[in-house]
């Protein structure tokens, strides 16, 4: 051998030599960061979710969860409008991906879980469930990870901002409701914000109905009325009341008149920005609202209307969550996935961005809004709630997104009465049966 090829040799093997100690250092420098050295066997999962809970905070948990467990998660976003619709369609036609983004457990009225979602009772994380009987569906059975104990509290999410600026006090009644609406459109200010997106505008008779009928004890009355034919919705003409509220609201030129073309970001930046006032919503939303603001000026009011029967708040029982589908070819990585994330460390990077009341025991809620953390403690603590519309008539649920809220939406272009609104709801109960 020549002295040429001798000390090309050497080369070479000094080369190997020094790569193959990179590597390993590399590798010893990840594992005490508590981080993988991803290499190969990746395993994947595709994840549908709506657009407005797309958020950074998802994201990162999304890229996290790659570096340190080596699972992809693909994402398939889709309008929030529209979601339902989506998750129905591609459910029945066998296309949907892994996992769905989705409110439990109101999507068990939109799909028939033992036909459609993977069983997830027997997973660690069920056994540290806050409320658990909450997400049970009707055969003892759990067929979703939800994020939250529940959604909080619904009311009227208000800019601080805006009110100090024209020196205006929270109303305690419909009349002063009205002239805070009064004096803001004459300054240029929308009172009463709106969008495009059909879940954000049906939430004024979502949490309306059930405070004009009073208790939790008559809304259950109500719904087992109605859900056995035993009487119709025009037996409860109370119901008409919020739907008036809702209507007089464009009657008076209170809200935006872009509602129809502008989608739910652009009303929260109009919102941030102060160009309107206040929006019919959820504490959930109010986390989320001060996490992408740089003012965290905000808050909440309960419903002021004349219609409220008792001195009750509106606990939404749902949680945003996912479920696992049935028939997936990569449902043992989903659930895989949503063991890692219903660990304290992942869960709280969710809450970080979506302030609220976890799942699972020993996990971090985020920063409350004062508001809203006075309101809980005074009305869900001591029992003074009752439910949202939808989880009382939970076997109709899918009339929802593909009926009622379209109505709403749609109501006051056509110049439609409270009364003319329910008589197509009933119809379309009519028919569902």
Not at 137 to 155: L, T, V
Not at 156 to 180: R, S
Not at 216 to 229: E, K
Not at 391 to 413: C, G, Q, R
């Amino acid at each position: 051998m020549t002295l040429g090829k001798k000390i090309r040799n050497s080369v070479i093997v000094i080369v190997t030599l020094l790569i193959a100690i990179f590597l390993i250092v590399y590798a010893l420098r990840n594992l005490n960061t508590n981080k993988s050295l991803v290499v190969f066997n990746e395993k994947t999962v595709t994840i549908m979710i709506r657009e407005s809970r797309y958020t950074d905070a998802f994201k990162y948990m999304i890229k996290k969860t790659y570096v340190e467990h080596n699972i992809r998660v693909n994402v398939q976003v889709v309008p929030d409008a529209q979601g339902d619709t989506i998750i129905e369609m591609k459910a029945k036609t066998g296309t949907i991906p892994d996992l769905i983004d989705a409110n439990i457990p109101h999507v068990y009225g939109l799909l028939n879980p033992p036909s459609y979602f993977e069983d997830l009772s027997d997973q660690p994380w069920v056994l540290q469930l806050k409320n658990k009987d909450n997400f049970t569906y009707s055969d003892g059975n759990i067929y979703g990870f939800p994020f939250q104990e529940n959604s909080g509290i619904a009311g009227i999410l208000y800019n601080k901002d805006v009110f100090e600026e024209y020196e205006l006090q929270v109303p305690t009644t419909q009349q002063e409701f009205v002239k805070i609406c009064e004096l803001l459109k004459a300054n240029d200010i929308f009172p009463v914000l709106m969008c495009k997106d059909t879940w954000v505008p049906q939430m004024w008779m979502n949490y309306g109905y059930p405070l004009s009928i009073g208790n939790n004890d008559d809304c259950n009355a109500m719904a087992s009325n109605i859900l056995n034919g035993y009487k119709r919705f025009a037996d409860y003409p109370e119901l008409e009341e919020p739907l008036d509220v809702y209507l007089n609201l464009f009657e008076q030129n209170y809200v935006n008149e872009d509602y129809r073309k502008i989608d739910y970001d652009e009303m929260i930046d109009l919102f941030g920005k102060g160009k309107g006032a206040m929006i019919m919503g959820y504490s959930g939303m109010l986390g989320a609202i001060e996490a992408n603001n740089q003012s965290t000026n905000f808050g909440m009011f309960l419903p002021p209307f004349s219609y409220v029967k008792e001195d009750v708040v509106v606990n939404p029982a749902y949680s945003i969550g996912l479920c696992v589908m049935k028939d997936s070819e990569n449902k043992e990585v989903a659930k895989e996935l949503l063991n890692i994330w219903a660990t304290s460390f992942y869960l709280s990077l969710w809450f970080e961005k979506n302030s609220g009341f976890p799942s699972i025991e020993g996990v971090e809620g985020g920063t409350l809004n004062s508001d809203v953390e006075q309101l809980y403690n005074d009305y869900v603590l001591s029992g003074k709630t009752v439910n949202e519309y939808m989880l009382y008539l939970e076997p109709y649920y899918a009339l929802n997104s593909d009926k009622a809220w379209i109505y709403y939406i749609e109501a006051p272009e056509k110049g439609e009465t409270a009364e003319e609104i329910m008589r197509k709801l009933q119809e379309d109960i009519d028919q569902y049966k």
